[in-house]
C-alpha cells in the first residue's frame, strides 16, 4: 500500500465551479499537510500548509485534514482558468523530507 | 530575492555515462533538498543537508548516486554511470531555518534528465 493516494484525474470543470481534490494517506505519524501547486516545465509552489488536522482557508482555497480518516482535501471556490495545474498532496512526520501524491491534473475551462 | 535555479534544465545522456546536476538554493537557506519524479510516480525524496552535512539520505536508491553541499552554498548530484531507470526530473528545494521542526519548502524549476 502507498503511503499517499491521490487519484491523478484528470478533472475538468468549467469557470466558476466548486472543486474538490483530495489523498488518502496511511502513516499515522504524518502531521504536517500541504497542497503544492505545479505548472507545466515548473517546480511545485506551496499553496496550503496544515499541521495537524481542522481546516484552513486562504481566499478562494480550503485545505481540509481529518487525521482520524487519514484523508485531506483542498476545495477551490470560483475555479479560475489561471486555476489549470497540477494539484500535488503532500506530508511529512519530521517537517523535512516531503512524502507526495501523485497529482491531481486539474484542466478549467473559460 | 532569487528562487531555487538548477542547471542544466534539460540533459540528454547515454547509458553508462556520468552527468552531474547542480542547485543553487535561496541565499541564506540552511536545508537543501534533492527530489526525483520518474514517469507515472510521485515525487519522490533523495537526501537532505543541512549547511554542508548531509541530514538524511534515506532516499538515495543506490552508491550510483553521489550529493555533495560546498561550503554549504550549492549542491550537485552526480550520477554515474547512469542507467536507464534514473530518467527523470530531479528536483532541489530549500528552506529557510535548520533545527526548525517545519519550514516551507521552495522548489526549484527541476533538471529534466534522459538517459538513452
Known amino acids: 500500500q502507498k503511503e499517499v493516494e491521490q487519484d491523478p484525474g484528470p478533472l475538468s470543470v468549467p469557470e466558476g465551479a466548486i472543486v474538490s481534490l483530495n489523498c488518502t494517506y496511511s502513516?499515522?505519524?504524518?502531521?504536517?499537510f500541504m497542497w503544492y501547486r505545479q505548472y507545466s516545465r515548473k517546480g511545485p509552489e506551496l499553496l496550503m500548509y496544515?499541521?495537524?488536522?481542522g481546516n484552513k482557508e486562504d481566499g478562494r482555497f480550503t485545505a481540509q485534514v481529518d487525521k482520524s480518516s487519514k484523508y485531506i482535501s483542498l476545495f477551490i471556490r470560483d475555479s479560475q482558468p489561471s486555476d489549470s495545474a497540477t494539484y500535488l498532496c503532500?506530508?511529512?512526520?519530521?517537517?523535512?523530507?516531503?512524502?507526495f501524491g501523485k497529482g491531481t491534473t486539474l484542466s478549467v475551462s473559460s | 530575492e532569487a528562487g531555487v535555479t538548477q542547471f542544466p534544465s534539460h540533459s540528454v545522456i547515454e547509458k553508462g555515462q556520468t552527468v552531474t546536476l547542480r542547485c543553487d538554493p535561496i541565499?541564506?537557506?540552511?536545508?537543501l533538498y534533492w527530489y526525483r519524479r520518474v514517469m507515472g510516480k510521485e515525487i519522490k525524496f533523495l537526501l537532505h543537508?543541512?549547511?554542508?552535512?548531509?541530514?538524511?539520505e534515506s532516499g538515495m536508491p543506490n552508491n550510483r548516486f553521489l550529493a555533495e553541499r560546498t561550503g554549504g552554498t550549492y549542491s550537485t548530484l552526480k550520477v554515474q554511470p547512469a542507467e536507464l531507470e534514473d530518467s527523470g526530473v530531479y528536483f532541489c528545494?530549500?528552506?529557510?531555518?535548520?533545527?526548525?521542526?517545519?519550514?516551507?519548502?521552495?522548489f526549484g524549476p527541476g533538471t529534466r534528465l534522459t538517459v538513452l
Open positions: 503532500a506530508m511529512t512526520s519530521t517537517g523535512t523530507a516531503l512524502i
Open positions: 528545494a530549500s528552506s529557510r531555518w535548520a533545527g526548525v521542526t517545519y519550514n516551507e519548502q521552495f
Open positions: 502513516n499515522s505519524a504524518f502531521q504536517y
Open positions: 541565499s541564506g537557506h540552511d536545508n
Open positions: 496544515t499541521y495537524s488536522s
Open positions: 543537508f543541512v549547511k554542508e552535512s548531509k541530514q538524511d
